[in-house]
């Protein structure tokens, strides 16, 4: 009854009987006054009994076998060294370790009487009983002790297998890990080690996938949002973590919640410490200065510890990325097994969750827009030379580093066949697309067909499980595509088209279904958005329809009560990271919403003019208060939109507050690196004041000297400098040498002569014809107008006029010279203007608004003496590719460059002045 049996009653009798046991003890010593029995903790039974009873005990203690463990049976096996290996069949007395035995007495069925005593059949079981009762009490006593001994003793006769414990014995695992998550530490850090230390210390026959996942889970928590100083000893205790985990992952025993939450705590983890992945690698210039191209550096020799656990981990993610894109695959097209209980369908928090961490882990390699990564330019040593006045090179040369470099004409893909603009909307998507394919673009496609949740093309939205999702799950799903630029794919475009559609739909309806909105959610799903509409323009009209539902519906803005509602000042309780998000999204998306946009800058002001009175220090805790990054963005995002004076007082307003905002939050002599404007904030407020023409006032010209003292030294220093950076600070150069030369008199002459440079060898790259600037070429042909395409000075079409050339108008004198007049002929498509408003009849309501970038280059062309004529794609797209003279007719009355056109001897095209709003009779086709 001690040993065997197992009932609920019969473990209460065994307790009752085990308390019996002395007195048993002393009772059979009384018995046998001739018998000298030892302490009832050393008796041990004999061989065939202890071999029935722990054969009857491991058949009832063994664990069912999980899934992992059936799946996973050739694993490696854990084997302790102090305990001997037993298999699951030999149970056999010779199979146990050795121990002491005593001799039992016969049972004997006469009295003898001869001897002064009685034995009889009873005594033997007695003492039988007493030989089993030592074991029952010390089962008990090992019990008593957390069940140390009881379970080495028993699981002994059985195979143990690393990292796969099971469930009995992972709970205790995992109720240390949450102790010392309960616990209070002196430092964040701390907790975190001591988190860590909880599941190492544990030995591995004990842990299994869940401990693992909640130690890095809990451990990702502790730390909290706080950036904390580096501390190796954690690194190097998450790393040995994380190696437990890449062997799980590889051996397939983490579910789809597991690997959702692993990933998630490594994004956790490596927000905290960026020295968990490798670097990426650092875009050199090329050793040529003439030449245009990217070069990276490798290394050669032996790889460090660190570098090897970070690969590991890269690995440990590619893994869990393609079983995560193999898991919702197969969910998609119902391969999922039925019969194994342990891996359960996705949910849709679990994929917000896996798409958030590796928009963290594995961030874009370009910008929005870009073609191509960032380029670097170099100082070379002769100019090093003339600068530094010695021949002594900066820097030290590392010989374990190898250098490789990629020359070319960059822009355009050298497979382009020129049928088609990388500027137009009809592009082609590939000449936009990161080439760094990996693994994780497959997860966000499968992340996408997942959500949208059918095959059919008439999808909706309703039809999706985007409905399910929360406010801040939909914004992490933005910010992940964002974050990793995805959304050229049919499964990326689709989900995204979608999010749109579900955000108009709830601000729409509004109601519960914006209660628990936050501003916060907003602005990042509106800024993800915009941010992707920059590499795909299908996503632009659900992104409109977006900003005007968040204009007109949720922020009121259209309405005659509006102003006296919230007092005007709508965006009153937004902050600024919000404001700068919804405003670059505005910006990137090229979408002209005026009255959010005037709302939006109306409170920048509000904000610049009191933060700047209360002398508010960086950081600003409230976030009711810009930093100094912030406001260049802000300063960007409205030259690129080129909204001045006309637009309203607001825009004037904040250019003159902006510089003086940045200026008063330099204190003591510092820097602009030290409250955190670098060169490419540098770069974009000068070339923002200089488009923006608010370069000639005090604060205006301080900023601007500052800013090209600042980049002239750190170029000196560095000997390298973005070349897209350099382009900036040379067309704001270029412009204020003569506008405002106060403000670029300290210039260096070596740093504008090497700015230049750059700029005409940009100027001067490989260019190839889109399909409107063939028509346009083919047209003058017809008219037997001389012109160059592609002109060096980046002119889509350059026309060089002799001086008895015809005229049928007066043209200005500072145009013309001696031998010719130059005349650019720029076609404009739609990334040259503002987005275009179109009415309920589909039909553009105005004339969309020319971009800031595009006003500077005409500035610029005249400056060096160029007419330039523009052509815009909705004057010049009214008229059908088969009206060739149409188009030449067209073409006569904006250029003016001829007098008559003589089709035949009876059709002549006699020239007329545009008429203002002129509208063609192909408009209503």
Same mark, same amino acid.
């Given at each position: 009854?001690?040993?065997?049996?197992?009932?609920?009653?019969?473990?209460?009798?065994?307790?009752?009987?085990?308390?019996?046991?002395?007195?048993?003890?002393?009772?059979?010593?009384?018995?046998?006054?001739?018998?000298?029995?030892?302490?009832?903790?050393?008796?041990?039974?004999?061989?065939?009994?202890?071999?029935?009873?722990?054969?009857?005990?491991?058949?009832?203690?063994?664990?069912?076998?999980?899934?992992?463990?059936?799946?996973?049976?050739?694993?490696?096996?854990?084997?302790?060294?102090?305990?001997?290996?037993?298999?699951?069949?030999?149970?056999?007395?010779? +199979?146990?370790? /050795?121990?002491?035995?005593? @001799? *039992? =007495?016969?049972? $004997? %069925? &006469? #009295? !003898?009487?001869?001897?002064?005593?009685?034995?009889?059949?009873?005594? +033997?079981?007695? /003492?039988?009983?007493?030989? @089993? *009762? =030592?074991?029952? $009490? %010390? &089962? #008990? !006593?090992?019990?008593?002790?957390?069940?140390?001994?009881?379970?080495?003793?028993?699981?002994?006769?059985?195979?143990?297998?690393?990292?796969?414990?099971?469930?009995?014995?992972?709970?205790?695992?995992?109720?240390?890990?949450?102790?010392?998550?309960?616990?209070?530490?002196?430092?964040?850090?701390?907790?975190?080690?001591?988190?860590?230390?909880?599941?190492?210390?544990?030995?591995?026959?004990?842990?299994?996938?869940?401990?693992?996942?909640?130690?890095?889970?809990?451990?990702?928590?502790?730390?909290?949002?706080?950036?904390?100083?580096?501390?190796?000893?954690?690194?190097?205790?998450?790393?040995?973590?994380?190696?437990?985990?890449?062997?799980?992952?590889?051996?397939?025993?983490?579910?789809?919640?597991?690997?959702?939450?692993?990933?998630?705590?490594?994004?956790?983890?490596?927000?905290?410490?960026?020295?968990?992945?490798?670097?990426?690698?650092?875009?050199?210039?090329?050793?040529?200065?003439?030449?245009?191209?990217?070069?990276?550096?490798?290394?050669?020799?032996?790889?460090?510890?660190?570098?090897?656990?970070?690969?590991?981990?890269?690995?440990?993610?590619?893994?869990?990325?393609?079983?995560?894109?193999?898991?919702?695959?197969?969910?998609?097209?119902?391969?999922?097994?039925?019969?194994?209980?342990?891996?359960?369908?996705?949910?849709?928090?679990?994929?917000?969750?896996?798409?958030?961490?590796?928009?963290?882990?594995?961030?874009?390699?370009?910008?929005?827009?870009?073609?191509?990564?960032?380029?670097?330019?170099?100082?070379?040593?002769?100019?090093?030379?003339?600068?530094?006045?010695?021949?002594?090179?900066?820097?030290?040369?590392?010989?374990?580093?190898?250098?490789?470099?990629?020359?070319?004409?960059?822009?355009?893909?050298?497979?382009?066949?020129?049928?088609?603009?990388?500027?137009?909307?009809?592009?082609?998507?590939?000449?936009?697309?990161?080439?760094?394919?990996?693994?994780?673009?497959?997860?966000?496609?499968?992340?996408?067909?997942?959500?949208?949740?059918?095959?059919?093309?008439?999808?909706?939205?309703?039809?999706?499980?985007?409905?399910?999702?929360?406010?801040?799950?939909?914004?992490?799903?933005?910010?992940?595509?964002?974050?990793?630029?995805?959304?050229?794919?049919?499964?990326?475009?689709?989900?995204?088209?979608?999010?749109?559609?579900?955000?108009?739909?709830?601000?729409?309806?509004?109601?519960?279904?914006?209660?628990?909105?936050?501003?916060?959610?907003?602005?990042?799903?509106?800024?993800?958005?915009?941010?992707?509409?920059?590499?795909?323009?299908?996503?632009?009209?659900?992104?409109?329809?977006?900003?005007?539902?968040?204009?007109?519906?949720?922020?009121?803005?259209?309405?005659?009560?509006?102003?006296?509602?919230?007092?005007?000042?709508?965006?009153?309780?937004?902050?600024?990271?919000?404001?700068?998000?919804?405003?670059?999204?505005?910006?990137?998306?090229?979408?002209?919403?005026?009255?959010?946009?005037?709302?939006?800058?109306?409170?920048?002001?509000?904000?610049?003019?009191?933060?700047?009175?209360?002398?508010?220090?960086?950081?600003?805790?409230?976030?009711?208060?810009?930093?100094?990054?912030?406001?260049?963005?802000?300063?960007?995002?409205?030259?690129?939109?080129?909204?001045?004076?006309?637009?309203?007082?607001?825009?004037?307003?904040?250019?003159?507050?902006?510089?003086?905002?940045?200026?008063?939050?330099?204190?003591?002599?510092?820097?602009?690196?030290?409250?955190?404007?670098?060169?490419?904030?540098?770069?974009?407020?000068?070339?923002?004041?200089?488009?923006?023409?608010?370069?000639?006032?005090?604060?205006?010209?301080?900023?601007?000297?500052?800013?090209?003292?600042?980049?002239?030294?750190?170029?000196?220093?560095?000997?390298?400098?973005?070349?897209?950076?350099?382009?900036?600070?040379?067309?704001?150069?270029?412009?204020?040498?003569?506008?405002?030369?106060?403000?670029?008199?300290?210039?260096?002459?070596?740093?504008?002569?090497?700015?230049?440079?750059?700029?005409?060898?940009?100027?001067?790259?490989?260019?190839?014809?889109?399909?409107?600037?063939?028509?346009?070429?083919?047209?003058?042909?017809?008219?037997?107008?001389?012109?160059?395409?592609?002109?060096?000075?980046?002119?889509?079409?350059?026309?060089?006029?002799?001086?008895?050339?015809?005229?049928?108008?007066?043209?200005?004198?500072?145009?013309?010279?001696?031998?010719?007049?130059?005349?650019?002929?720029?076609?404009?498509?739609?990334?040259?203007?503002?987005?275009?408003?179109?009415?309920?009849?589909?039909?553009?309501?105005?004339?969309?608004?020319?971009?800031?970038?595009?006003?500077?280059?005409?500035?610029?062309?005249?400056?060096?003496?160029?007419?330039?004529?523009?052509?815009?794609?909705?004057?010049?797209?009214?008229?059908?590719?088969?009206?060739?003279?149409?188009?030449?007719?067209?073409?006569?009355?904006?250029?003016?460059?001829?007098?008559?056109?003589?089709?035949?001897?009876?059709?002549?095209?006699?020239?007329?002045?545009?008429?203002?709003?002129?509208?063609?009779?192909?408009?209503?086709?």
């Amino acid at each position: 009854i001690a040993m065997v049996t197992r009932t609920h009653h019969q473990k209460r009798i065994r307790l009752v009987m085990l308390s019996l046991i002395p007195a048993l003890f002393h009772f059979s010593a009384a018995l046998l006054p001739n018998r000298q029995i030892s302490n009832p903790t050393s008796i041990h039974s004999s061989t065939s009994t202890n071999s029935l009873i722990l054969s009857v005990e491991n058949r009832r203690r063994q664990p069912f076998p999980s899934h992992q463990q059936r799946k996973h049976r050739g694993g490696e096996l854990f084997v302790a060294a102090s305990e001997p290996v037993l298999s699951s069949e030999d149970t056999s007395s010779s +199979a146990l370790p /050795k121990t002491k035995q005593i @001799q *039992q =007495p016969k049972a $004997k %069925t &006469t #009295n !003898n009487k001869t001897n002064g005593t009685t034995n009889n059949t009873k005594k +033997a079981p007695l /003492k039988t009983k007493k030989t @089993q *009762q =030592p074991n029952a $009490k %010390t &089962t #008990n !006593n090992n019990r008593s002790n957390g069940k140390k001994k009881n379970n080495n003793n028993n699981k002994a006769n059985y195979n143990k297998i690393a990292w796969q414990a099971d469930f009995k014995t992972s709970v205790r695992t995992q109720g240390r890990i949450k102790k010392a998550y309960s616990t209070r530490y002196k430092t964040r850090s701390i907790k975190a080690k001591e988190i860590l230390k909880a599941l190492l210390s544990t030995h591995p026959t004990q842990v299994n996938a869940a401990n693992v996942i909640c130690a890095l889970t809990y451990s990702a928590k502790s730390l909290g949002t706080a950036h904390l100083s580096p501390d190796t000893k954690l690194r190097s205790m998450l790393f040995e973590t994380l190696d437990i985990l890449n062997e799980m992952v590889y051996k397939g025993l983490l579910n789809t919640r597991q690997l959702c939450n692993a990933c998630w705590a490594i994004a956790k983890h490596y927000d905290r410490d960026h020295l968990l992945l490798p670097k990426a690698p650092e875009a050199l210039a090329v050793s040529e200065e003439g030449v245009v191209g990217t070069a990276v550096q490798a290394k050669i020799d032996k790889a460090t510890p660190l570098e090897e656990s970070q690969a590991l981990l890269e690995e440990s993610l590619d893994e869990i990325a393609k079983q995560l894109t193999d898991i919702l695959q197969g969910e998609l097209e119902g391969k999922v097994d039925k019969y194994e209980p342990w891996q359960k369908p996705a949910q849709v928090g679990e994929i917000c969750m896996a798409s958030w961490a590796f928009g963290k882990l594995r961030h874009r390699k370009k910008p929005p827009g870009w073609q191509v990564p960032p380029q670097t330019g170099r100082l070379s040593n002769r100019r090093n030379n003339m600068i530094n006045g010695n021949n002594r090179l900066n820097g030290s040369q590392n010989n374990n580093m190898i250098t490789f470099e990629s020359w070319g004409a960059f822009g355009r893909s050298p497979s382009f066949d020129g049928s088609i603009s990388a500027n137009d909307e009809t592009g082609n998507d590939d000449m936009l697309c990161d080439t760094d394919c990996d693994v994780t673009h497959g997860l966000f496609d499968a992340i996408g067909a997942a959500l949208c949740h059918s095959p059919h093309s008439n999808l909706t939205v309703h039809d999706s499980r985007l409905k399910d999702c929360s406010w801040s799950e939909l914004a992490n799903l933005g910010w992940s595509f964002a974050a990793h630029g995805s959304c050229r794919s049919e499964q990326s475009q689709t989900l995204l088209q979608m999010l749109a559609q579900e955000t108009s739909r709830r601000l729409h309806v509004g109601g519960k279904l914006t209660d628990n909105l936050l501003t916060r959610d907003l602005a990042q799903l509106i800024w993800a958005l915009g941010t992707l509409q920059a590499d795909n323009f299908r996503l632009a009209d659900d992104l409109v329809v977006l900003v005007e539902d968040l204009s007109n519906e949720y922020l009121d803005l259209n309405s005659p009560r509006a102003s006296f509602s919230r007092a005007a000042r709508p965006l009153k309780t937004w902050s600024c990271p919000d404001l700068v998000q919804v405003i670059l999204a505005l910006a990137h998306s090229r979408i002209d919403e005026q009255p959010l946009l005037q709302a939006l800058y109306k409170e920048n002001n509000h904000r610049l003019v009191e933060c700047e009175a209360e002398n508010a220090s960086v950081p600003y805790h409230d976030r009711k208060c810009f930093h100094p990054w912030e406001v260049s963005v802000l300063l960007w995002a409205q030259a690129r939109l080129y909204l001045k004076e006309e637009e309203g007082e607001m825009f004037e307003d904040f250019v003159r507050n902006a510089s003086g905002y940045i200026l008063s939050s330099i204190t003591n002599g510092g820097s602009l690196q030290s409250v955190g404007i670098g060169p490419q904030e540098q770069a974009n407020i000068a070339w923002s004041l200089t488009v923006l023409e608010e370069h000639q006032s005090e604060n205006s010209i301080k900023l601007i000297q500052k800013i090209f003292q600042e980049a002239a030294e750190s170029f000196k220093e560095d000997r390298s400098i973005q070349l897209e950076h350099a382009h900036q600070l040379w067309q704001a150069y270029f412009v204020m040498e003569e506008e405002s030369p106060e403000a670029v008199s300290n210039v260096p002459t070596w740093f504008s002569e090497y700015l230049e440079k750059k700029w005409t060898i940009e100027k001067a790259k490989l260019k190839i014809s889109s399909l409107r600037h063939q028509s346009i070429s083919q047209c003058l042909q017809l008219m037997g107008v001389e012109h160059y395409n592609e002109h060096d000075e980046d002119i889509d079409v350059a026309i060089v006029l002799k001086q008895n050339a015809l005229w049928t108008h007066e043209t200005e004198e500072e145009g013309e010279s001696e031998d010719n007049l130059s005349v650019a002929v720029e076609f404009d498509g739609p990334n040259h203007f503002a987005r275009e408003k179109l009415g309920e009849d589909g039909r553009m309501l105005a004339q969309p608004r020319a971009l800031g970038h595009s006003v500077l280059k005409y500035r610029l062309l005249k400056k060096q003496g160029w007419t330039v004529v523009r052509i815009p794609y909705y004057e010049f797209d009214k008229i059908p590719f088969w009206a060739s003279m149409e188009r030449q007719r067209y073409l006569q009355r904006k250029l003016k460059t001829h007098g008559n056109i003589n089709f035949s001897d009876a059709d002549v095209s006699e020239y007329k002045a545009l008429t203002p709003n002129r509208k063609s009779r192909f408009d209503n086709v």
